[in-house]
């Protein structure tokens, strides 16, 4: 029997209001991830997930857990939208009458689906990152500002050397300085790096979601109850999460505009990678691979749930009946 016919429109809405939800629900860890990554040998501000957790509360508030959460709102319903429609759609064209997907066909789905959302994800995640590490170079800049304000109260001398404090910035004034001075091609620093994570990401995560999801179809009515979704989801995306972690790390050095005191640049991913393995060891390319476990698993679980639950389809249907209803 033939596949029926996908909705386009409604998996759009689908993966949108599924990208809503899971991010509002675990921005906070995806914060703390990002300051652990960026996070050099022998500056440690913060020594775990929980300590950062900790230091960002009392230092920034409950507000500041959610730093980057505005820009990310608003580009993840594009981003999840993308990303988890060109999957079904890929899928879909793959799919042949009759004949369920091979593994090779449902992971080509899934790298067609990587290489779609990078349109939305790279800038939005360069624009986030900046945001959500602030606080870190801000708490170091206090770090090294403490001793020199010390030495100076006594000797009675406050003409402490200036350390630069980041301004509190936004979203739309590092957009519009990264267009002023790089043009478009400034929202998109870290491409290859995104392509890089978001790619194998999509090969992992899709087939194994699928996979895993069939296991708890109901041999009747063909559908998965609510729970194995839920897991199926969260079991696949932290798989998929920790397996592309190294170029995770990669990415969000990359797009890392603020730098701390010795703190290096770099050229490129390769130069990114060698510097990283030489001066920090191959550890580092592990750092943040809780965080971002604990975001992606429940993210896409919840993701995955409100997707098949079929809110876009809902709302087409009720828009269409409302049109033909006197």
Same mark, same amino acid.
């Given at each position: 029997?033939?596949?029926?016919?996908?909705?386009?429109?409604?998996?759009?809405?689908?993966?949108?209001?599924?990208?809503?939800?899971?991010?509002?629900?675990?921005?906070?860890?995806?914060?703390?991830?990002?300051?652990?990554?960026?996070?050099?040998?022998?500056?440690?501000?913060?020594?775990?997930?929980?300590?950062?957790?900790?230091?960002?509360?009392?230092?920034?508030?409950?507000?500041?857990?959610?730093?980057?959460?505005?820009?990310?709102?608003?580009?993840?319903?594009?981003?999840?939208?993308?990303?988890?429609?060109?999957?079904?759609?890929?899928?879909? #064209?793959?799919?042949?009458?009759?004949?369920?997907? =091979?593994?090779?066909?449902?992971?080509? %789905? *899934?790298?067609? +689906?990587? !290489?779609?959302?990078?349109?939305?994800?790279?800038?939005?995640?360069?624009?986030?990152?900046?945001?959500?590490?602030?606080?870190?170079?801000?708490?170091?800049?206090?770090?090294?500002?403490?001793?020199?304000?010390?030495?100076?109260?006594?000797?009675?001398?406050?003409?402490?050397?200036?350390?630069?404090?980041?301004?509190?910035?936004?979203?739309?004034?590092?957009?519009?300085?990264?267009?002023?001075?790089?043009?478009?091609?400034?929202?998109?620093?870290?491409?290859?790096?995104?392509?890089?994570?978001?790619?194998?990401?999509?090969?992992?995560?899709?087939?194994?979601?699928?996979?895993?999801?069939?296991?708890?179809?109901?041999? #009747?009515?063909?559908?998965?109850?609510?729970?194995? =979704?839920?897991?199926?989801?969260?079991? %696949? *995306?932290?798989? +998929?999460? !920790?397996?592309?972690?190294?170029?995770?790390?990669?990415?969000?050095?990359?797009?890392?505009?603020?730098?701390?005191?010795?703190?290096?640049?770099?050229?490129?991913?390769?130069?990114?990678?060698?510097?990283?393995?030489?001066?920090?060891?191959?550890?580092?390319?592990?750092?943040?691979?809780?965080?971002?476990?604990?975001?992606?698993?429940?993210?896409?679980?919840?993701?995955?749930?409100?997707?098949?639950?079929?809110?876009?389809?809902?709302?087409?249907?009720?828009?269409?009946?409302?049109?033909?209803?006197?």
């Amino acid at each position: 029997m033939a596949e029926k016919q996908i909705s386009l429109p409604a998996k759009l809405i689908n993966g949108g209001a599924a990208g809503i939800i899971g991010v509002t629900c675990v921005f906070p860890i995806d914060l703390v991830k990002t300051r652990l990554q960026n996070q050099r040998s022998g500056q440690q501000i913060y020594k775990s997930m929980l300590d950062c957790l900790m230091k960002t509360l009392r230092s920034e508030g409950y507000f500041g857990m959610y730093r980057g959460a505005a820009v990310n709102l608003t580009l993840v319903t594009p981003e999840k939208a993308i990303k988890l429609a060109a999957n079904d759609y890929f899928r879909h #064209l793959l799919a042949k009458e009759g004949v369920g997907l =091979s593994l090779s066909k449902e992971m080509l %789905a *899934g790298c067609g +689906a990587g !290489v779609c959302q990078v349109i939305i994800t790279t800038p939005m995640e360069m624009l986030k990152i900046q945001l959500q590490d602030a606080g870190r170079l801000g708490n170091q800049s206090k770090i090294m500002l403490a001793p020199q304000a010390l030495m100076s109260r006594s000797n009675k001398a406050y003409n402490v050397s200036p350390v630069v404090i980041p301004r509190k910035i936004s979203a739309t004034q590092i957009a519009s300085e990264l267009l002023q001075t790089h043009g478009i091609k400034g929202l998109y620093k870290g491409l290859g790096a995104t392509l890089l994570r978001d790619v194998p990401f999509s090969v992992i995560y899709f087939p194994l979601f699928a996979h895993l999801n069939r296991v708890g179809q109901d041999s #009747l009515e063909g559908r998965t109850s609510f729970f194995h =979704s839920f897991l199926a989801g969260c079991i %696949a *995306g932290s798989v +998929a999460a !920790v397996s592309v972690n190294p170029c995770d790390v990669i990415k969000t050095r990359l797009q890392s505009m603020g730098k701390g005191r010795n703190e290096e640049n770099y050229s490129g991913i390769i130069d990114c990678a060698r510097k990283i393995w030489m001066k920090e060891g191959p550890s580092a390319f592990l750092k943040g691979a809780n965080c971002r476990a604990l975001v992606i698993a429940p993210l896409f679980g919840i993701a995955q749930v409100v997707y098949f639950i079929g809110l876009g389809e809902f709302l087409i249907n009720l828009c269409q009946n409302g049109k033909l209803s006197p």
